[in-house]
């Protein structure tokens, strides 16, 4: 890498830092939903909020996990919730943890090498972990919406 | 900055490329809107979309022209549509212009600095410029359900 004509925009440990404050986020998005409406609550024949973040479960820890190991998965959407939002969040922590456990294994060249993650999406390192992110901030919003349709107020989306 | 304690994620120039693709998807759910609906249509109390639009529109361009100039402005959330999408969808691609020419002047050590955009909202370079994206993501995530609430297919999330 050269520094003369590569700029950082960010730092890995930043990018972590953000990365787990979109999880925070998300988590207290998932709290905010009465446990019934979690699993049955929908708008335009959209999915749960509960399928989503059954989707989320699927990309980022076995994802950041492929990053590391090199060895493709196909990808899970779907979990063992046992109809709990209390069962939800520990796997959504556990899946922090290990998220922080797994990052500082990723070197800095790993982020611009290139990844067909779950043996389907190609991309670089970067854009998948970007992906990861900006997908979740896409179905958290539309959380937001469920949400203000039940009349509940969304957790304030600046606070990570 | 040492190259032994910070690693890159993410240069300025891919950095500028992801949120410009994140504008172009943004711009075709402007355009997936019908011009009364983009108007008028919300759910669960909300905001319309273009009210969203007008947000992201005082924020991305004025942003960056901030984060360039050190000159601060307060954040104007509303501009003169003219009750038209393609005047919206014509102030978006100017803005987007904008930036592409603003952007090559932030200097690498400007990422890391502190700034209180707007007067008001206090944080790094960096993360200032990922908010700009994580909300336009955020409220674009709220348009894909207007959309599918209108019956409406939004364009596929991955491409950009």
Redesign the interface.
Known sequence: ?N?TI??????????LS?LQG?RNLTRRTIEAFPEKEFFNHS????RTFAEMIMELLGIAAPGVQEIVSGKSAPLVEHVDHENSKAKMLQLWDEATAQINVLWPQI??AR?QENITLFGM?EGTV??S???F???E??????G????????IEPPA??ER
Request: aromatic share 20%.
């Open positions: 890498m520094a590569t700029k950082t925009a960010i730092t890995t440990d930043d990018l953000h979109h708008l335009g024949g959209m070197s800095e982020f999406y970067w854009s972990l970007f992906y992110i900006d997908n901030i896409h179905h958290r919003g539309q937001y919406v469920y949400l203000r349709s039940l009349g989306f600046y």
